[in-house]
């Protein structure tokens, strides 16, 4: 009787020790998968906001100047200002500062036969460095700049392009709208190259063409932009070089990062 209760007991306590076992080795291998998950999703959440912050930067870069009575927390027209070369010197004087640009937005709408759309037109000059945005031509090439007078070019995005129905070379009619009721000011532009960032809420609004019209159609003098973005070497300096180079900038002018700027964005990211 003794020896079957010693036999029984012994039977039990292995019992519970291979089961025990085998619940250790089950929740060890739970948890391993856990972490790995939690690591792969913290590396592509990583790399997904990174990828998204990369595109905006290389759209709209780092920094922005502008009037300082105007700045803004949106992307719109602009108070215009006198093109100064202080503002390009900031490269020297800033070790940060790669890349300095002039530029100028304004509304208008996108007619075809068929549909229109209302866009943000950016006009950008001479020294507008497309390498930022190269990958994200998707088909023809970037305007070119006539040696006088203005491009009758336009970039659109992927986007407006299907919408419009409109592809490389087409002819599209764009109406400017102008200042106190003052009626569209149309011009026939040609379809030179389309993009896509993959930023959609970017896409569906803006189109790339020339700094002079903008300035013909605004009539402002030549040595005029809107406003100037700034590309950095690092962008987590942002906050610190704006701040550096505010005492450096012209009397009127302000700086503003992107993040400033397209706060929505950044939150959500």
Request: contains cysteine.
């Amino acid at each position: 009787m003794n020896v079957a209760a010693f036999i029984a007991r012994r039977i039990a306590f292995s019992r519970q020790h291979h089961i025990s076992r085998f619940i250790v080795r089950i929740s060890t291998t739970a948890t391993a998968i856990s972490v790995a998950i939690m690591i792969i999703t913290i590396a592509f959440a990583g790399g997904f906001q990174q990828t998204i912050s990369r595109k905006v930067f290389s759209f709209f870069g780092h920094l922005r100047i502008q009037d300082y009575n105007a700045l803004r927390l949106s992307l719109a027209e602009e108070v215009p200002i006198r093109m100064n070369d202080s503002i390009y010197e900031l490269k020297k004087q800033h070790p940060e500062v790669v890349q300095v640009q002039g530029y100028a937005i304004k509304n208008a709408l996108l007619r075809t036969a068929e549909s229109m759309e209302g866009i943000l037109f950016k006009g950008v000059g001479r020294e507008y460095d497309f390498g930022n945005l190269q990958l994200f031509l998707v088909a023809g090439r970037w305007i070119r700049f006539p040696d006088s007078g203005y491009s009758t070019e336009i970039n659109l995005s992927e986007s407006l392009a299907r919408s419009l129905r409109l592809k490389v070379n087409d002819a599209v009619l764009i109406l400017f709208i102008q200042p106190n009721g003052e009626a569209p000011r149309p011009r026939k532009l040609t379809v030179a190259g389309i993009f896509k960032t993959g930023i959609e809420e970017y896409d569906k609004v803006f189109a790339i063409g020339d700094l002079q019209l903008v300035r013909k159609l605004n009539n402002w003098p030549d040595a005029t932009v809107g406003g100037y973005e700034v590309f950095l070497k690092d962008p987590l300096q942002m906050d610190a070089v704006s701040n550096a180079i505010f005492p450096d900038l012209p009397q009127g002018l302000g700086c503003q990062t992107i993040r400033e700027i397209i706060p929505s964005l950044f939150d959500w990211l």
